[in-house]
């Protein structure tokens, strides 16, 4: 199993140097689906080969973003059409619950578009989004809207951060695991600011219901 984890980080690294913006819209539009296709490993090194002319920040970040575009959109019309019937059947297999759903869906009904941005720079959570945001029928313009900016931000950070890891130390660029565990030790404080200001929209969010 470590071999062939280690195998596949390396075929996703290679994938990105050699397909530049393209390798980097699909790979992003698999990691916006179920595929288990992580952005970490997918937008640094990508950041770090802009720097060095392969391709540009901006191209990297726009690549990333539209790819995550394309794959939230593929989610939410094959859950739109399909998914409620496929989720409540099969979900119990990957641990999603009639429960689960219910609130998902609750959730979306009450914060829409709030949501499905802080899900955009959660792991593990905007993989999944696109299926209760489909059920639910979310206003598709909304849904893009909210998924371009999240993902753009999402982008944006694990770019430049990326960009500051392999800058600092560019011999990780050979050892892909390191440098996947360089990046996601740090990552702590990216899912702590995003608690943060999810927290704060959310209370706002209260503050103003009460209000009404």
């Not at 195998?7 to 916006?32: H, I, K, N, Q, T």
């Not at 914060?111 to 639910?136: D, M, S």
């Not at 990552?187 to 503050?207: D, N, P």
Request: aromatic share 14%; glycine share 8%; charged share 15%.
């Amino acid at each position: 199993m470590h071999e062939w984890i280690h195998a596949f980080v390396v075929w996703v690294f290679e994938f990105v140097r050699d397909g530049g913006y393209w390798g980097v819209f699909l790979l992003m539009a698999a990691e916006s689906s179920i595929l288990p296709v992580p952005s970490e490993i997918v937008i640094p090194p990508a950041a770090y080969w802009a720097s060095q002319g392969r391709m540009s920040f901006t191209g990297v970040v726009v690549a990333g973003t539209l790819g995550s575009l394309f794959g939230a959109l593929v989610m939410y019309y094959v859950s739109r059409y399909l998914g409620r019937p496929l989720v409540l059947r099969y979900g119990r297999f990957v641990r999603i619950t009639p429960e689960k759903l219910e609130k998902t869906e609750r959730f979306l009904e009450r914060y829409e578009r709030g949501g499905i941005f802080f899900a955009r720079l959660l792991p593990v959570v905007r993989h999944l989004i696109g299926i209760p945001a489909g059920i639910v029928r979310m206003n598709v313009v909304s849904y893009s809207a909210m998924t371009v900016l999240g993902s753009a931000v999402w982008c944006t950070v694990l770019a430049w951060f990326g960009n500051k890891v392999l800058g600092d130390e560019p011999n990780l660029m050979n050892d892909p695991e390191a440098l996947s565990r360089a990046i996601k030790s740090n990552m702590h404080w990216i899912v702590i600011g995003v608690a943060v200001l999810a927290l704060l929209y959310f209370a706002m969010l209260r503050m103003t219901q009460k209000k009404s």
